[in-house]
């Protein structure tokens, strides 16, 4: 294996990389464990719910909980959807076909966003956009603090 030198000062203090052995790489596996997509899905679809009873009771107008609900709808359900397509492929065995399978569930993602955000008008009477932004933005960084709040996670020195 050909070794190239680095070019500039930053890629020479960044040479200090060592790969894990296979026995570092297992104990830092158990000391991070993986969490399930469906835990975060169904966390943020209980997040969602908290949201639109909150709107509800602090505008006291049951069309603002509607409206942050239905935002909250626009992030789960294509969460779901992505999370199914996606870990249907996982064990593909070819890697070039899981990246195009992860982009195409992306794509359809984002596709069923937008559509149910251009339906929402239609199908939310007396639509808070405002309320249903704040249900999205919400929901959508309920991963966050799953990914925090995770058990088993223990910081490497």
Request: hydrophobic share 55%; proline share 6%.
């Given at each position: ?10 890629e ?6 060592k790969p894990l052995?296979?026995q570092?790489a297992?104990?830092w596996?158990?000391?991070n464990p993986?969490?399930?997509v469906?835990?975060?899905v169904?966390g943020q ?7 639109a ?6 505008t006291?107008?049951?069309?603002v ?6 935002g909250?709808v626009a992030v789960?359900?294509p969460?779901?959807l992505f999370?199914r397509g996606v870990l249907r ?11 195009l ?8 993602k984002i596709v069923?966003?937008v559509?149910?955000l ?6 939310v009477p007396?639509?808070s956009?405002?309320a249903?932004?704040?249900g999205?933005?919400?929901t ?8 925090l709040?995770r058990?088993g996670?223990?910081?490497?020195d």
């Amino acid at each position: 294996m050909k070794t190239i030198a680095p070019e500039t000062e930053t890629e020479a203090e960044g040479s200090d990389f060592k790969p894990l052995t296979a026995q570092e790489a297992e104990l830092w596996r158990s000391r991070n464990p993986p969490i399930s997509v469906w835990k975060v899905v169904a966390g943020q679809a209980f997040v969602g719910m908290l949201v639109a009873l909150v709107a509800w009771l602090l505008t006291g107008r049951a069309q603002v909980g509607w409206s942050a609900a239905y935002g909250a709808v626009a992030v789960v359900v294509p969460a779901a959807l992505f999370a199914r397509g996606v870990l249907r492929h996982k064990a593909s065995a070819n890697p070039r076909a899981a990246m195009l399978g992860f982009f195409g569930w992306e794509i359809a993602k984002i596709v069923l966003t937008v559509s149910l955000l251009a339906a929402a008008p239609r199908l939310v009477p007396g639509l808070s956009w405002i309320a249903l932004l704040t249900g999205m933005v919400i929901t959508m960084k309920t991963y966050w603090v799953a990914l925090l709040v995770r058990p088993g996670v223990q910081k490497t020195d």
